[in-house]
């Protein structure tokens, strides 16, 4: 059953006329009259009775006009829908953001991919590398912008996006305050406040290990938030990435001997063919102007 069919059939409804329906329709009535006639055959019984001038539709055409006039109004939803979809508009978005993530850096892409993209509604899914990728997998979230203490899975296509230090952060009167930067070695006995969910938190405690460095462990929570207040408070330190940084108060120092870098990068997977709300956002992430760490711009004013 072919949905032209189903059109004409309707026109043919409404204007009780197969000469004015097939001008409706642009068609020829012969060529109305054949579709008609096919339409019958497919439903197995008359659908109109022709008399000269007058076209009536029989008890099985009223039966099957309602049906009919649902099929094509569902088509034609379809059909705005998807071309909603491909034009942008009303079209969902899914992006998985590593919550270690200063909301500092995004801000300003998110602003200008709004301006960009008003039809797109973007929801942020946040969550750890490993839930992050598992999402990706699925198809649960359409991309991710997240940074991983080893190197990414083949099954992912990453593109770096920028770098960060790792700092220490502590509280106004701490006795690191009058330093430019701290060494590992000199954070022995100190108070810590671990950060659950720091896809570094593993090497960081290595290279104390190594050092032969002692924390204690006061505090521990999945929450960036609790733990920079906590800092903030004077309830001890944390290794915290220099963009995470944004409680006021927070006194932050580059981490050295050795320094701790991350990079940040924008993850799909692998030949995966993207939505075009997808591909909207992509395009705009690699586009988009990252700022560089201050302590970048500090090394460049120096060499300068």
């Not at 088509?75 to 079209?91: D, K, M, P, Y």
């Not at 998985?96 to 993209?117: A, E, N, S």
């Not at 973007?122 to 979230?141: C, R, T």
Request: charged content about 25%; aromatic content about 8%; proline content about 4%.
């Amino acid at each position: 059953m072919d949905i032209h069919h189903i059109r004409y059939f309707l026109a043919v409804c409404e204007t009780r006329n197969f000469t004015r329906a097939g001008e409706k329709c642009n068609v020829t009535q012969p060529a109305l009259s054949r579709a008609i006639q096919q339409l019958e055959e497919e439903v197995g019984g008359l659908l109109f009775r022709r008399e000269r001038s007058l076209t009536h539709l029989t008890d099985l055409g009223v039966l099957l006009r309602p049906r009919f006039q649902q099929i094509l109004d569902e088509l034609t939803g379809v059909r705005q829908e998807a071309s909603r979809f491909l034009c942008l508009e009303n079209a969902n978005l899914k992006v998985g953001v590593m919550c270690t993530i200063g909301p500092r850096r995004f801000t300003g892409l998110l602003t200008d991919f709004k301006r960009r993209q008003q039809g797109i509604q973007l929801q942020l899914v946040e969550g750890v590398p490993a839930s992050l990728s598992q999402l990706l997998e699925s198809g649960e979230i359409d991309v991710a912008i997240m940074a991983s203490s080893d190197s990414f899975p083949d099954r992912f296509d990453v593109t770096p996006l920028y770098r960060e230090r790792f700092v220490l952060a502590f509280p106004n009167g701490h006795r690191l305050a009058r330093n430019d930067n701290v060494a590992i070695s000199e954070l022995d006995g100190e108070n810590y406040l671990r950060r659950l969910n720091c896809e570094y938190r593993d090497h960081l405690a290595g290279l104390c290990t190594d050092r032969g460095v002692k924390l204690r462990i006061s505090y521990a929570s999945e929450r960036e938030d609790w733990i920079q207040n906590m800092v903030s408070g004077g309830l001890g330190i944390c290794f915290i990435p220099e963009f995470s940084a944004v409680i006021p108060g927070l006194q932050v120092r580059p981490v050295i001997d050795p320094e701790v870098w991350r990079e940040v990068s924008l993850v799909v997977v692998a030949g995966r063919r993207f939505s075009p709300a997808a591909s909207a956002f992509v395009n705009s992430v690699k586009a988009h102007g990252w700022p560089e760490s201050a302590i970048v711009q500090a090394i460049h004013k120096t060499a300068a």
